[in-house]
């Protein structure tokens, strides 16, 4: 059994035996991995910290916006649970594979709960090479100019799926700043009809390896149409363009999204769990 004396924080000196532990599972790690790509390390630049147990690194977890355990047994949660808990919750979720995120849950919760919601079953999926169905000419890139007529699908896919209203407390800005990233970055992708919104669909992280596709949306009056299917394609597409796997996680309990990813050509090969605050 690992014995471990604690959770230890990382820095840029670790980074070449971080990078090897998240190239062994890439598509799980694709949302920690993509930041460390970039920012390397440092807790400022990152935007959280990475912890660490064991000196091969045999434990892994980022805390920023969100707590993401990456690798660990059973003693290693323990210690990650034992520093979060010291550090105070600051983050808005609790999510990554589902084997490492509900025993985290099951030691931080009698200090952090009542959660929101607990999803412990959200099937992650991926599709390597292009899509098995054509993809939708007409979903694109949003242009800048067009955040404004992007922002209200991007609202009501976020309070649709997350439960929440995302401007609740600043007004928007905050979720107004992080979607105009996506979109500066060419990561927002969507289907226009008469200046409105139809589909849409992000990249939200992307690594060397995998992107990982979230925030797929239909406008009401277009489901059951198959924009969805077409327009999902339309962004793995893309990301096959740039040798990327696409990959998402959807909530087990939503059949009709599953059977559309599965119809694109994405297999399961692993579940996530997230627990919402």
Not at 41 to 48: F, S, T, V
Not at 55 to 62: A, E
Not at 198 to 226: C, D, N, T
Request: charged fraction near 20%; aromatic fraction near 8%; glycine fraction near 12%.
């Amino acid at each position: 059994m690992l014995r471990v004396a604690g959770a230890r924080l990382l820095d840029d000196r670790d980074r070449a035996g971080v990078r090897a532990a998240l190239e062994a599972d890439p598509v799980a790690a694709c949302m920690v991995a993509a930041r460390i790509e970039v920012a390397g390390l440092d807790p400022w630049r990152l935007g959280g910290e990475l912890w660490a147990v064991g000196p091969r690194l045999d434990g892994l977890c980022f805390s920023g916006a969100n707590l993401v355990p990456l690798r660990g047994e059973r003693s290693a949660l323990r210690s990650f649970a034992d520093r979060a808990r010291r550090h105070g919750r600051g983050c808005s979720s609790l999510v990554g594979r589902a084997e490492l995120v509900l025993p985290l849950w099951d030691d931080l919760a009698p200090a952090w709960a009542p959660a929101r919601e607990v999803r412990p079953d959200q099937p992650l999926m991926v599709l390597a090479g292009p899509p098995a169905v054509t993809p939708d000419p007409l979903v694109r890139p949003v242009r800048p100019d067009e955040i404004d007529l992007y922002l209200p699908a991007a609202i009501a896919m976020f309070t649709e799926e997350v439960g929440v209203d995302p401007r609740a407390g600043d007004g928007g800005a905050g979720y107004r700043a992080r979607v105009a990233e996506l979109v500066g970055a060419g990561r927002a992708f969507a289907r226009f009809e008469d200046g409105q919104v139809v589909f849409k669909a992000e990249i939200g992280a992307l690594s060397s390896q995998v992107g990982q596709i979230q925030g797929v949306w239909v406008h009401p009056s277009r489901r059951g149409h198959g924009y969805g299917t077409i327009g999902t394609a339309a962004v793995a597409d893309r990301l096959a363009a740039m040798g990327r796997i696409s990959s998402l996680y959807v909530n087990g309990f939503n059949h009709v999204a599953r059977s559309v990813y599965g119809r694109i050509g994405f297999t399961q090969v692993a579940s996530f769990a997230t627990v919402l605050f």
